[in-house]
């Protein structure tokens, strides 16, 4: 299972890069459509994610993690809606995103993937391809921080989450290759970044628990 999942995120990532071009500024808007809610199965959720949309929701956390969430090794997807065309598990046709102000990064993002400050890949899909000419040009940053006001505060933080997760990941595959039990690290990592989500939290507080979580995980990585 971890071997298709490495794979697969590797192929995903191979097919962006092949299906994409390096720009920094386009002229490009979202038009809505809801195509981009549709058939992807990869709605990456962080700790971050999760705790703005249990507070914009008002609900538990495990009432998200056990009505929203796919786990797979330590990978949370949001789940779709079980039709045959995987839509998310928060879009309507009638009312869009039920989570649009608190999206996650991966649906913020879309169809820009961030290589380096001021350097990006857009995807070549039909909504940028097919988009408006007459829009006025913007830099990709700009739509970014349009999109969402959590890119800038949360990028760095974010970024040496994901930079550790990728090193728990290649370390958990590692045992499974090894035939060594890959659980108590995956609970490990669950416990350490999710379970333990304190939704009373305010945003600065809450910054401060995760950059602490991430300095006890780089400790635990150490050891492993």
Not at 20 to 36: M, P, Q, R, T, Y
Not at 85 to 101: D, L, R, S
Not at 105 to 121: G, H, Q, S, V
Request: net charge negative; with cysteine.
């Amino acid at each position: 299972m971890l071997k298709d999942i490495a794979n697969e995120t590797e192929q995903k990532l191979d097919d962006i890069m092949h299906s994409s071009l390096s720009v920094e500024s386009i002229n490009f808007k979202c038009n809505g459509c809801g195509a981009c809610c549709k058939n992807r199965g990869d709605i990456f959720l962080s700790p971050l994610d999760i705790y703005y949309i249990c507070r914009y929701l008002n609900i538990s956390l495990n009432t998200f993690i056990d009505t929203y969430v796919v786990k797979d090794s330590i990978l949370l997807y949001i789940k779709d809606k079980g039709d045959p065309e995987k839509t998310c598990a928060f879009y309507g046709t009638q009312i869009g995103c039920m989570i649009h102000p608190v999206k996650p990064k991966t649906c913020y993002m879309f169809p820009f993937l961030e290589l380096d400050d001021n350097k990006f890949r857009v995807q070549l899909i039909p909504c940028v391809l097919e988009n408006n000419p007459f829009i006025s040009k913007k830099t990709i940053k700009e739509i970014l921080i349009n999109n969402s006001c959590r890119y800038e505060p949360e990028k760095e933080i974010l970024n040496k989450y994901l930079l550790l997760f990728n090193e728990f990941f290649e370390k958990i595959y590692e045992y499974f290759q090894k035939g060594i039990d890959t659980k108590p690290a995956e609970n490990f990592f669950f416990d350490t970044f999710f379970s333990n989500i304190d939704l009373k939290l305010d945003e600065n507080k809450f910054l401060e628990w995760f950059q602490e979580q991430i300095v006890v995980a780089e400790d635990a990585l150490i050891m492993m």
